[in-house]
């Protein structure tokens, strides 16, 4: 389908992911609205349980659960995919779309080596023989860090240590060069080094192919370095997005800044003094009546007893009532 020239790689709108229980349908995701450019970095960030991995679950079409309901719109390319038959989507995904899953082993077939594996992906996306696409597998995780990859190549994922399967993931989802790409957490388990050296290809990939790149991270020092935008997430709701210069000079939101105070202060730069965030993120079970994040947030007032729409600050949307007046909401 031919694209707009203003349509985003990328529309979701009022997306939310329920589960069914005893205690009826709880939200995990709530009507969560966002888009991707062509060849952008989204930085996607909140504590664990925002619904960060459900949502990229959801883009990707595999929240197989059969307590899971999903509503609202995904649109890649402007065609819909919510709805899709698993064949069409499927199609997509493979053609288009990668991802880099939080858990490794959910993307390995444990029966094939990860060369095997490694190869296949860049067989479907390439004219190379099998030889060559050995080679390129090698090559690859040799460039994520992998040492001895000619020999580690024909292990099996359960022959590899963690980070060396997280590895191994990030060269499968590199080697086709996605459209979009989504990266999930993708340098948790990863050593310094290596993490600089993955956050150099996912730029290499937007770079050389224009890729798009949704990177789902709890650390705002690699936001800072990686993104364009952001989207800060908290209990399954966006509460803040932006371009990144705009949010990390005036975080508009509570819980943003609390979030940049906890990026270690650089040398030379001046230490914030504000606390960092006392409690937790309410479980979809037990959300609070108004802003989710009031429990926990310093300025509340009567007004936080309304769930606060998104207002327009500049070029930020922010989610709080103290956000000054005269803002669009
Ligand atoms: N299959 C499921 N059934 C019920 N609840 C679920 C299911 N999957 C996820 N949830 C709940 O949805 C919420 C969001 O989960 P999600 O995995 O998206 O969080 P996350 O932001 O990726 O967290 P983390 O940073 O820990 O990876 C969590 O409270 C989680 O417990
Ligand atoms: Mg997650």
């Not at 038959?85 to 993307?107: C, H, N, T, Y």
């Not at 937790?280 to 729409?309: K, Q």
Request: glycine share 8%; proline share 9%; net charge neutral.
């Amino acid at each position: 389908m031919p694209e707009a020239a203003d349509e985003p790689l990328l529309r979701v709108e009022d997306l939310c992911v329920s589960f069914r229980s005893e205690r009826g349908l709880l939200r995990a995701v709530d009507r969560l609205s966002f888009t991707v450019a062509p060849g952008e970095i989204l930085a996607v960030v909140g504590e664990s349980g925002s619904g960060k991995s459900l949502t990229s679950l959801a883009v990707m079409g595999l929240i197989d659960d059969p307590n899971a309901v999903l509503t609202g719109s995904i649109r890649y390319r402007g065609r819909e995919l919510v709805g899709l038959p698993r064949r069409e989507l499927r199609k997509v995904r493979g053609d288009e779309i990668a991802m880099i899953f939080q858990d490794p082993m959910s993307a390995m077939t444990p029966v094939y080596t990860i060369g095997w594996q490694i190869a296949e992906q860049v067989q479907a996306h390439s004219r190379l023989t099998r030889r060559q696409a050995r080679a390129r597998a090698v090559d690859l995780l040799g460039e994520m860090g992998m040492p001895n990859p000619a020999i580690q190549v024909d292990r099996y994922p359960h022959q590899l240590s963690g980070g060396m399967r997280q590895r191994a993931m990030i060269a499968m989802a590199l080697s086709c060069n996605p459209s979009l790409l989504i990266a999930d957490e993708p340098t948790t388990a990863l050593d310094v080094t290596v993490q600089a050296q993955i956050l150099r290809l996912v730029e290499q990939l937007r770079r050389d192919h224009g890729s798009s790149i949704v990177f789902i991270t709890h650390d705002m020092g690699v936001v800072a370095e990686i993104a364009d935008r952001v989207m800060v997430m908290y209990a399954g709701k966006v509460v803040e997005r932006g371009p990144k210069p705009d949010l990390f000079a005036t975080p508009g939101h509570p819980y943003t800044v609390g979030l940049l105070d906890s990026i270690p202060p650089m040398a030379g730069a001046k230490p914030r003094r504000l606390p960092a965030i006392p409690g937790a993120p309410p479980s979809p079970a037990d959300r609070p009546d108004g802003c989710p994040f009031g429990p926990r947030c310093a300025h509340r007032h009567d007004s936080c007893r309304v769930d606060p729409p998104l207002y327009r600050r500049g070029r930020q949307d922010v989610s709080c009532t103290l956000v000054p007046e005269g803002a669009d909401a």
